[in-house]
């Protein structure tokens, strides 16, 4: 598998399933959460109440439709909310791990990720990069490519980091 790194926006990602930090509601927020709902419509959301009734738990992962993303699948994970006190980091890497597993099954060779638990769930920026580094890295699958999609010069530069040290 190659894991990639580009500098965007997760919702312009050309790829078969593109990954969403959502929270355990499933029914939408702020950061790339909104901006996935935004971009892929209400289908998204439907899916989401459809397939999602009860939301989900932290660390876990689930697939809905793309909508009117360029990616057909969108996986959501529910990232630890650190700021709340989920500090338990294999509540992150579940994410990343889980997020492969349901591209597997869903046929998904091609996977954009957002940094996790990075933005308002406050997980810190170091570790976070680390985190998917590893996990993406060691978690066997079919995926071909695992694009880390960094959506500002801070996360870039610890994914890079990460990316040349771990
Ligand atoms: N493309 C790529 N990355 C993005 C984009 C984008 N369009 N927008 C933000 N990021 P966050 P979390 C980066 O806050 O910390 C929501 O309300 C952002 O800079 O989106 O897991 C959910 O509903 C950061 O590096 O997710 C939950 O309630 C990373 O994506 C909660 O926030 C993750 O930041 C989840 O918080």
Redesign the pocket.
């Known amino acids: 598998m190659q894991l990639t790194l580009v500098r965007g926006?997760?919702?312009e990602q050309k790829v078969d399933a593109v990954v969403n930090?959502?929270?355990r509601r499933m029914r939408?927020?702020?950061?790339?959460?909104?901006?996935v709902h935004r971009r892929g419509g209400p289908a998204v959301l439907a899916d989401c109440v459809r397939r999602f009734p009860h939301g989900l738990a932290t660390g876990q992962a689930g697939w809905t439709t793309g909508g009117d993303l360029p990616a057909r699948w969108v996986i959501h994970v529910v990232?630890p909310d650190y700021r709340a006190g989920e500090t338990d980091r294999s509540l992150l890497t579940a994410c990343y791990a889980g997020a492969l597993r349901v591209a597997d099954e869903l046929g998904a060779r091609t996977v954009a990720f957002?940094?996790?638990?990075?933005?308002?769930?406050g997980?810190p920026l170091a570790d976070a990069a680390d985190a998917a580094v590893t996990t993406l890295r060691d978690t066997p699958t079919e995926v071909r490519e695992a694009r880390l999609?960094a959506?500002?010069e801070t996360?870039y530069a610890a994914l890079a980091q990460s990316l040349s040290t771990t």
């Open positions: 926006d997760l919702t930090a959502a929270n939408g927020g702020g950061g790339v959460d909104g901006a990232g957002p940094l996790v638990s990075a933005g308002i769930y997980w999609v959506f500002d996360a």
